[in-house]
């Protein structure tokens, strides 16, 4: 039973509410029980032992003649005997007239009054024996009554755990209906996800009622069904995009080779293979460039390291072979923790770019910007308009139709650039360049 109610939320809280109750009742009870039990005795020998006190302070008094019925101080306290040494009952109330010696029990002369309890052949008496000296003789003193019934049975307990147990029900059912009502709406939410599917992501879950944290949930669900829903638009479409980017040179190339092989006599054969190639070497750029995009925040080039933007500046240019000349202002001890073909990755693609829309000269910035390492190409091209600066970083994105695809790159340079700056924790954008385009990057400065 407890392994079915330990599979659902619901019957795990009530299951822990049940014990926690039993372990704090049941203490709780017992506590009480034995309270109430010393409470009741301490007023019980309390009783007798002022009676017993009375009875010798009136022996002495000679206000208690031997041999008559001892009158009863308290009605309660009823059973009254004096006892001599010799165990001879010496006079008694009504009560104990016909009843033996009421305990055996004689005080010494340091402790005067002794609280007891005996079991008389009849019934069990709480008492109390009181030293009487009396013209050099000891007697003793009892005074007691019938031990209570709450004192002499077990209906205290009876009654306090029956009530025990009527608590721990009531706080067990009240745990799982209150329980079952706040995962109500957990469960209406699981139902509405369930009926989610990747083919209509536009479904949401209902906001319940409140501003517990059942509805900050329903709001976190809604927000990751969201921006999952956006990626998958997003997928969609960079698969659609990648689909026709990639057509276009392989169509190109397939008609080639089939007019080649329907008209072998009329085709340039060096001519035939530079235009294959061309298009087999963008073939590969393409896939080159969506394997990186894949790769970029996948953690599996995730070894970090310092790199300092200086160098990395320098070694690159060193291997490249440019149209326009390249400036360089570069602090020294600018540095990032990266991953540094990412980064070359990054610059490469804007050299790239720049490259291809400058009209005279191509500027790289490199310096420290409070935490942040700023590194800046910038142009003398066409100017960005600002409804652009952000369009640009989209897969697949050029804005001068004009150019042709072969110098106009793979249309994935910008958003492989966006990407690894997201992957270091940083950004790039363009920024406000009168007479040509500047892009800067920001990464998280060591």
Known sequence: MVRLWARS??????????????????????????????????????????????????????QLPLGAAIPVPDPEVDLIQIVAPD??????SDAARNLPRLSDVQPPPDNPVINTTNCLPTECVHLTAARMTSAGASSTVYAGFSTPTVLSTRVLEAVVFSQIAVL????AWATWLVTGRALRPV???????????????????????????????????NGTLARLELSTRQQRQFASDASHELRTPIAGLRAQLESAQLYPHDTDLDALVKSALRDTDRLE???????????????????KERVDLSDLVREELSVRSDRLP????????????????????????LLDNAQRHAESYVMILVAREGDDAVL???????????????????????????RSRDLGGTGLGLAIARDVALAHCGSIEVDDFEGGARFVLRIPAV
């Not at 165990?87 to 008694?92: C, D, I, R």
């Not at 969506?290 to 080039?301: E, K, Y």
Request: with cysteine.
């Open 9 to 62: 939320l619901r019957g795990r809280v009530t299951l822990i509410a049940t014990v926690v109750a039993v372990l704090l009742l049941i203490p709780a009870g017992i506590g009480g029980v034995l309270v109430s039990r010393s409470i009741i005795t301490n007023n019980v020998w309390k009783s007798t032992s002022h009676t017993a006190t009375q009875v010798v302070a009136e022996a002495h008094n000679g």
């Open 87 to 92: 165990g001879q009952v010496l006079a008694s």
């Open 168 to 171: 721990i029900a009531l706080a």
């Open 187 to 221: 469960a209406a939410m699981r139902s509405e996800l369930d009926e989610i599917t990747a083919s209509d992501l536009s479904r949401r879950v209902t906001y319940p009622q409140g501003a517990d944290e059942v509805a900050e949930l329903a709001r976190s669900i």
């Open 285 to 303: 750029a393409i896939i080159t460039d969506l394997l990186l995009l894949a790769r970029i925040g996948s953690g599996v080039d995730a070894v």
């Open 326 to 349: 390249v400036r360089v202002r570069a602090q020294d001890g600018v540095a990032v923790c990266g991953i540094r073909l990412q980064l070359a990755r990054v610059l490469t693609n």
């Open 376 to 402: 800046a190409v910038e142009n003398d091209g066409v100017e960005i308009a600002e409804s652009d600066r952000e369009h640009i970083f989209e897969r697949f994105t050029r804005l001068d139709a004009a």
